[in-house]
């Protein structure tokens, strides 16, 4: 006979994608079956075989980053889309933080680690590894619950709101906020398309399809 499952709320949730900010951008997205992937002119790509990738707006990038300086932008990308989720108001203190990420810092690791092979710098950013964001999230927040990072790929922001359903169910936790972040730069690009994972340009992805034929990235 097998236990039966508290029942859970998600009282709100928030988005900044490359449909724009908010979730209704998104969800109209969805539901038109509209390709976000445009060409990429952020980071290098000529030498790739994909050259698009579904990247946050630069028109959106510069608000956030106007509101948010001095981040890491995996940080400021965090910050914004907990904005859209409570609109102003402020988390409870003791909201635990579950943070799911493929990459973390990324972004600020591939140009220190490039001036680094040159000899210009050994000096590591502040938010380079898989689990700086998620304090540096916290704190700005003001939340002093407890701080997780996940990171398991591709699932990391699933696995991150199932541990986050876990640790609120078994009173661990009073409530939870469950951020799902990654920021693309060329080392993760060109990672995938060497790996022959993305849609060609020509194409547009089918993931239910039988003849599909890889994926584009997004942010």
């Known amino acids: 006979m097998s236990a039966r499952l508290a029942p859970l709320s998600i009282t709100r949730a928030g988005v900044v994608s490359a449909a724009g900010a908010g979730s209704p951008c998104l969800w109209d997205a969805i539901m038109e079956a509209r390709p976000l992937a445009t060409p990429v002119t952020r980071y290098e790509v000529t030498d790739l075989g994909v050259r698009r990738a579904a990247l946050v707006d630069d028109s959106v990038w ?3 980053e106007a509101r948010w300086p001095a981040l890491d932008r995996s940080v400021q990308l965090s910050l914004a889309a907990v904005d859209d989720m409570i609109g102003g108001d402020r988390l409870p203190p003791d909201t635990a933080l579950f943070l799911g990420t493929s990459l973390g810092g990324v972004t600020a690791w591939e140009p220190w680690h490039r001036a680094m092979l040159a000899g210009r710098t050994t000096r590591a950013p502040s938010c380079v590894g898989h689990g ?8 700005a927040l003001g939340l002093q619950g407890a701080v997780v990072t996940v990171s398991t790929a591709c699932t990391s922001s699933a696995a991150a709101l199932m541990q986050a359903a876990d640790a609120v ?4 936790v009073p409530q939870a906020l469950v951020v799902g972040v990654d920021v693309l730069n060329r080392f993760v690009h060109a990672g995938f398309d060497r790996l ?3 849609t060609p340009d020509a194409l547009a992805p089918a993931p239910f399809a039988a003849d599909r034929a890889g994926m584009w990235l997004g942010e």
């Open 132 to 139: 700086d964001t998620a304090p540096e999230v916290a704190r």
């Open 196 to 198: 022959g994972a993305l």
């Open 62 to 64: 510069s608000s956030i």
């Open 169 to 172: 169910r078994l009173g661990e």
